[in-house]
């Protein structure tokens, strides 16, 4: 599976932004993708993930409440809905997909970059 990761850009804080995560390629036996994001000199941290049938969104704390994580099956692309967004946000957003086991992500998407400031 290919995973390509779009949507990003610069918006002022309180602002919106969608980002997709496209697949392409087999998907089968697909468990979850998650997003994740990587700030200027600090580690990658993990945003959501969601089941691949479209359930069961979990959400990290630090966006809990601001962002929504959305299926389209007809594309199998998924959406990250992110709303008042804030400069502590500023990151590059990655998608990847796991199997039930073993549980790690693999077939990192590209990355799109969200950049918020005034």
């Known amino acids: 599976v290919q995973l390509q990761a779009s949507g990003g850009g610069l918006v002022q804080p309180g602002g919106s932004l969608r980002l997709s995560c496209a697949a392409s390629g087999s998907t089968l036996g697909l468990y979850a993708l998650g997003w994740f994001r990587q700030a200027p000199g600090k580690e990658r941290e993990f945003v959501g993930s969601?089941?691949?049938?479209?359930?069961?969104?979990f959400y990290a704390d630090s966006v809990k409440g601001r962002v929504t994580l959305s299926k389209d099956h007809a594309r199998d692309t998924i959406f990250l809905q992110m709303n008042n967004l804030q400069p502590e946000d500023t990151a590059v957003y990655y998608c990847?997909?796991?199997?039930?086991?073993?549980?790690?992500?693999?077939?990192w998407g590209q990355g799109t970059l969200v950049t918020v400031s005034s």
């Open positions: 969601i089941a691949w049938n479209g359930r069961n969104p």
């Open positions: 990847a997909v796991r199997k039930n086991y073993p549980r790690d992500y693999f077939s």
